[in-house]
């Protein structure tokens, strides 16, 4: 079982950036694909951001051009850096990890757009 942790949430105001961090405890991110999901108060989880073992990307609509994933394999860590954030983007974000019918979730962290 792959353990994920989210850290670097918290609140920010419209316009501004933050940076989530994915630690995985095995070397697994450039294995495995890798999602960042958020879930809004009464809302569906969606899918945010994907990047794939062979590096590509992919983003949901309402994010693309301001949200950006990337990995880093030696430190087993997927980053979701997010810019100009709006209200709508508040929601606990969650790290996922994905390979074959194998799922692992993180416990979230929460984003807060708020002036």
């Known amino acids: 079982q792959v353990q994920l942790v989210e850290s670097g949430g918290g609140l920010v105001q419209p316009g501004g950036s933050l940076r989530l961090s994915c630690a995985a405890s095995r070397n697994i991110v450039s294995i495995y694909v890798m999602n960042w999901y958020r879930q809004a108060p009464g809302k569906e989880r969606e899918l945010v951001a994907t990047i794939t073992p062979s590096g590509n990307t992919n983003y949901g609509g309402s994010v693309k051009g301001r949200f950006t994933i990337s990995r880093d394999n030696a430190k087993n860590t997927v980053y979701l850096q997010m810019n100009d954030l709006k209200p709508e983007d508040t929601a606990v974000y969650y790290c996922?990890?994905?390979?074959?019918?194998?799922?692992?979730w993180g416990q979230g962290t929460q984003v807060t757009v708020s002036s």
């Open positions: 996922n990890a994905a390979f074959g019918a194998i799922m692992s």
